[in-house]
């Protein structure tokens, strides 16, 4: 089954304890992109990959860091979590420019 | 400042009837909508999509509707089912390749 595969799926952690969230897309895609969802904000773009070794920053991206070392894999990294990091967190890839966006199912993070 | 907007945070509908969600822009140069559907602990969901070439696009039940001049576009529902309770987001690339900009999302439920 074609996926976006996020984990874990929930996660709550202290301030400053660094974390990483995993993603990974069974399909092959070149495009894999992060977006946060916060309430009344919609979801707003962190970090986005074009390909293997290409990331580059979208609207919201301090605090956050990512790597792109394989094609499938996109993890979300926070190295010092603060409390505004707390959000549903969404990894999501593409087949091509203009195809819609795969979604995975969400990791809600609480940093306290 | 949000370049895409839902002003309708929530909507109530009877089974049966019609559910219009409605999607604001600011950009005239936009020419490329879709809309997600999110049902809770999920990632949204492609639903439909519209190039501004057209002024309508139907998929089944599925209908977007786009005013250019107004800067407008709608999602309609016919005949609504429980079923289609869920989050919709109206998205656009906003003529970049590497993200979507998203709105704030409708909950619509739907009554039995």
């Known amino acids: 089954e074609a996926q976006v595969t996020q984990n874990p799926r929930y996660l709550i952690t202290v301030t400053g304890k660094k974390l990483t969230v995993t993603c990974s897309q069974n399909?092959?895609?070149?495009?894999m992109s992060w977006y946060r969802q916060d309430p009344g904000l919609g979801l707003r773009q962190i970090y986005y990959s074009m390909n293997v070794e290409v990331t580059d920053k979208g609207d919201v991206p301090e605090g956050y860091k990512v790597s792109r070392k394989e094609k499938r894999n996109f993890p979300l990294i926070l190295e010092s979590p603060s409390p505004n990091q707390t959000s549903l967190y969404f990894c999501a890839s593409r087949a091509y420019t203009g195809s819609p966006l795969h979604f995975g199912n969400g990791t809600r993070l609480t940093v306290t | 400042d949000q370049q895409v907007k839902q002003n309708s945070p929530s909507l109530s509908v009877q089974e049966g009837r019609i559910s219009i969600l409605n999607c604001d822009y600011t950009?005239?140069?936009?020419?490329?909508f879709l809309w997600y559907k999110k049902y809770p602990a999920e990632g949204p969901t492609f639903l439909i999509s519209?190039?501004?070439?057209?002024d309508k696009n139907e998929d089944g039940r599925f209908t977007v509707f786009l005013n250019k001049s107004a800067k407008h576009l709608s999602l309609h529902i016919v005949p609504s089912q429980p079923g289609d309770s869920a989050v919709y987001f109206c998205a656009t690339p906003g003529g970049a390749t590497n993200k979507l900009i998203f709105g704030t999302g409708t909950l619509l439920a739907v009554q039995p």
């Open positions: 519209i190039s501004s070439i057209k």
């Open positions: 950009n005239s140069m936009f020419d490329y």
């Open positions: 399909m092959n895609h070149e495009y």
